[in-house]
């Protein structure tokens, strides 16, 4: 069974600045998605960002990107110029073969003004 | 765009009733899903679903029950609620192959 692992369940850091959430899986897969997903107050899941493994280039979204190391099994998300409005719960996740998306702990990211 | 509908969005229950997680999506998904929400433990699967008629359970599916007799509707039963099945519940649904999940708003199910 696949498991993703998210080992800072807190952080905070200043308006403006650049932050990286960490992420690591376990899989014995070849082919699969990572994912982040955001979850503010609203309790709306949010995809932020996504990655194929097989594509070796990071993923990047405006402000978001990846840091994807397929043999350390590694997705870290960094978010740069960090706004208020990125305050939330960010969570990694792994889909496979199977399409069973599993999510890992969460990080509770908040934003200083 | 409907997206993922979910209701209800609040429930409260007591112990032993029962209730119907309702979900439906509008995108022709092939795939849909639910999850249970609890502090420190992120989102864990209870069932899922890769089609008409096809179901299989996730890795919390004790105390639940689903269907998937169309390809819009995936509702989850709770038979005889239970205070540990107090959480919040999403559904989220997608293509088989395509990887992006979307997600229901959530229900709050509280069961006292």
């Known amino acids: 069974a696949q498991t993703v692992t998210q080992s800072q369940p807190e952080m905070s850091v200043q308006e403006a600045e650049t932050v990286t959430l960490s992420c690591t899986y376990d899989?014995?897969?070849?082919?699969?998605?990572l994912f982040w997903y955001k979850q503010p107050p609203s309790r709306q899941m949010i995809l932020v960002i996504r990655?194929?493994?097989?594509?070796?280039q990071n993923a990047t979204e405006n402000r978001f990107s990846v840091n994807f190391q397929k043999a350390a099994k590694s997705f870290s998300l960094k978010i740069s110029d960090s706004q208020l409005g990125d305050t939330a719960m960010y969570f990694c996740?792994?889909?496979?073969?199977?399409?069973?998306?599993?999510f890992g702990t969460g990080t509770r990211l908040t934003i200083i003004p | 765009n409907a997206g993922v509908t979910q209701t209800p969005k609040f429930q409260v229950l007591k112990t032993g009733q029962s209730m119907t997680l309702q979900c439906a999506q509008d995108m022709n998904h092939e795939y849909m899903s639910w999850y249970r929400q609890d502090p420190g433990m992120g989102l864990r699967l209870i069932h899922y679903?890769?089609?008409?008629?096809?179901?299989d359970q996730g890795e919390v599916p004790n105390g639940y029950n689903v269907s998937r007799s169309t390809t819009e509707d995936f509702p989850l039963r709770l038979l005889s609620a239970a205070p540990s099945q107090t959480s919040v519940y999403f559904c989220?649904?997608?293509?088989?192959?395509?990887?992006?999940?979307?997600f229901g708003e959530g229900s709050r199910l509280t069961v006292l």
């Open positions: 899989t014995s897969e070849s082919n699969y998605y």
């Open positions: 679903s890769v089609g008409a008629g096809i179901t």
């Open positions: 996740a792994f889909r496979g073969g199977n399409e069973k998306l599993t």
């Open positions: 989220a649904s997608s293509r088989v192959g395509t990887g992006e999940l979307f």
């Open positions: 990655q194929e493994a097989y594509k070796q």
